[in-house]
């Protein structure tokens, strides 16, 4: 929930970029602000193993100008940021995992990516708006929950430390030049319109896919590690909020549900809801033990405060939409 | 002071490459390496622009092995890490000022230039040892002086963004993948090789280079600020140490004086050694207050204790010596 009317009032004509725009954030925000009168560009490198399906803009194809550009290339960066008054820069390599086995190209896109976009701005359209969707994994291990935004930054994996590094160089962008900015630090989103291939693009998605195929959900450990999960409809009124509200200039805020979930409970959830699968208790893999980070629940007061916005989609519902999208659309996802 | 003698027992035979190795620190450790019996290679990219000079291999140029190539090329790294016991990473952009002009570069070279040697090291090569010159800008502005290692960084730019996360990528590689580092927060060096034409490679040894031509020295404010300048004499007897020493293994540790000096008592102690020249105190110009750190002076008994090292050059005796080399030398390094 939030103040769509305001929104409505911001955005009609408005012009609004979004990068990695065919993936799941990007895609179900264009929707949202095709919807509110804005002209919405997408750029997306469309790379393959990535989260990107143009089925997302279904219905909405020509409503949407679509560019194929990498935020790697600056001269492309320099050039789809003129005229825009907001860019909500969520290209991304979204994988955790990935990052372990990629270094290299996680910070090319996550830092060096979003550090073109905001040179393009400092030189070709400094009053634009930028949003950055960061991590909640920037905290690393924390030592509370719900944590908020003050707590320190502990990042212990490449993705993190390049979402890290890159949220510093929004602020001193904005501190030295002046490059407006909202900064989020996002827990585990899910919901419609996500990749379904494979698990490192959102953990609920894939073990909604699997409780479709009536597979066994593999849960780590005794499944008792709580995290956030947000859902994508609550995720973009955030997002459109954050787009028109000066309030939220320079600030850096956590997005999630507020609520904490075991995994185990997440699991269950996704088993009863799809009416298929099952839930199996199996022992840490090495490779995850090592990036396991804790707890986690997001303290979303400041975002709350500063957005006029609240989630309102629990769990147990928010599975349901997504299962009912993808009973009709599967097929463009799953293969 | 260090163990000497320990160390000539460990490098004996030993390869060693030095990347940036043309460069102040670079090219005084290579002829300290090559005194000490090791096989030194130097891999530099000899960018216009940076610090290295052919000039600092003088006498040497016989026993040091020189590759031209730049850490940004992985196939490079790829290359020149194979058989290697011992890298000293010092490839760098090193002008905290040229990093606010362009963090693009900064980013190649401090972050992914090293996450390439990185990479290389744990495909090619993961028993090599490397040690990584970070920096004292990585804290920020610090709330106690001397600092120890455990105080928060709060980097305020793009150098210290990248400094700062090229040092969490090395703790990251020690830890999941066990390539062993040693990494160093250096505060300012000065001495005999450094660039003397401009500002950017070091604040004594420019100084210097204005007194040397009777030129008026520009302190900012009242010259008040503390800094910790620590002689490259000093500084390379603790990274031989660090080389050799088996209790340097995955450690993060200060390399400073331990001293702390204002800004205006330093340049008088030049203008005094030089025996021309004079101080100007000068208002900040605006680019500099912002990213002006505040008072600042290395808690060095970390790297004490575990190197048995101890820095002994005073500021005036490292003054001194330096103005004799350039004295001497300056043809080669002012135009």
Avoid at 82 to 103: E, G, K, T
Avoid at 189 to 218: D, L
Avoid at 261 to 272: H, I, K, P, Q, Y
Wanted: with cysteine; hydrophobic share 40%.
């Amino acid at each position: 929930m939030y103040n769509a009317a305001a929104a409505a009032t911001y955005y009609r004509d408005k012009n609004v970029t979004i990068t990695g725009g065919l993936g799941m954030i990007g895609s179900n925000l264009a929707r949202s602000l095709v919807d509110l009168g804005a002209n919405v560009t997408i750029v997306d490198a469309m790379l393959a193993q990535f989260g990107g399906n143009h089925f997302n803009l279904s219905g909405y194809e020509d409503r949407i100008h679509l560019i194929a550009a990498d935020i790697r290339d600056r001269s492309a960066t320099d050039s789809f940021i003129l005229n825009q008054h907001v860019i909500f820069n969520f290209a991304a390599q979204v994988s955790h995992n990935d990052s372990i086995r990629d270094p290299y190209s996680d910070a090319q896109i996550n830092y060096l990516g979003h550090l073109n976009v905001l040179e393009s701005a400092r030189v070709n359209n400094p009053d634009v708006r930028i949003i950055y969707s960061g991590s909640r994994l920037q905290y690393g291990k924390v030592h509370s929950v719900p944590t908020s935004e003050d707590h320190p930054l502990n990042p212990e994996t490449p993705y993190a430390f390049n979402k890290t590094v890159a949220e510093s160089m929004y602020r001193y962008y904005y501190r030295l030049h002046g490059i407006d900015s909202v900064l989020f630090r996002i827990t585990n989103p899910y919901g419609v319109r996500g990749q379904m291939k494979h698990s490192g693009y959102g953990i609920v998605n894939y073990f909604i896919g699997c409780a479709m195929r009536g597979e066994a959900i593999s849960v780590f450990g005794d499944g008792s590690q709580i995290r956030d999960y947000i859902y994508i409809s609550d995720l973009v009124d955030a997002l459109v909020a954050a787009g028109a509200s000066v309030a939220a200039r320079g600030k850096v805020m956590n997005l999630g549900s507020g609520r904490g979930t075991s995994f185990r409970e997440m699991a269950e959830t996704v088993v009863r809801v799809v009416g298929r699968g099952s839930v199996s208790l199996v022992p840490w893999p090495k490779s995850y033990i090592n990036v396991e980070t804790g707890d986690f629940i997001a303290n979303i007061d400041l975002a709350r405060n500063t957005l006029g916005w609240t989630p309102e989609i629990l769990l147990e519902d928010g599975v349901r939409i997504t299962l009912h999208y993808y009973e009709q659309y599967g097929g463009h996802y799953f293969e």
